[in-house]
């Protein structure tokens, strides 16, 4: 099962329901907004996305994902909008039946998504200023 | 003449000032003529930033004669996570 969804509002984790007794890894990833951006403080990333396209290539690529590596399920939330240093910005499910294939589709998916889904981030520094956001790691 | 709406995020919006333009071009103008557009206006706030082409919501894979009503969005380097 795939389930990707991009929302303004705080993330909440996938529960996922184990009926497949064939899963023995469930994989889970969150991650979180840093309070510091290139050595300068800011008050929250304000996540931006081409509407449409955006969650478009997410479900591409989280297809792909169950295409490319043995994996079962993928559930992928990603936020956008004003996201506070601490709150998770992207959370992502994996499961499958061993833990290797879910390590590896977890990183493949998180790499392509860096690569491919459009969606940016602006920082808001701590005097209020508005920037595009250089970290794309 | 054909239309083509511009949508601009990231960079391409901070360098421009705008959501978004709409532009009157010429029938057989490509994908590269309007970058090549949007860069001028830019001035160097686009200099070194590489832009992929999405029109109509999917990426461009090689130069491509714009189509009138198309929306056409310049992709700087994407920051998901």
Known sequence: ?????????????????????????????????????????????DYEQYEGMAETEL??????????????????????????????SLHVVILSKHRKESIEAMDWFILELKKHVPIWKWAILKDGIRVPSECAH | MIFIKVKCFSQVKYALGVDELTFQLDEDSTSNDLENIIRKKAGPKLNNISLRIAINQKYLIEETILQDGDEVVFIPPVQGG
């Open chain 1, 1 to 45: 099962m795939i389930i990707v969804e991009i929302i303004s509002e705080p993330i909440e984790s996938f529960q996922p329901q184990n009926n497949n007794s064939q899963n023995g890894a469930e994989l889970v990833f969150n991650g979180r907004v840093r309070g510091v951006e290139n050595g300068e403080p800011i008050k929250y990333l």
């Open chain 1, 59 to 88: 479900r591409n690529l989280a297809n792909k994902a169950c295409s490319k590596f043995p994996i079962n399920d993928l559930f992928c939330r990603h936020r956008v909008g004003k996201v506070k240093a601490g709150e998770t």
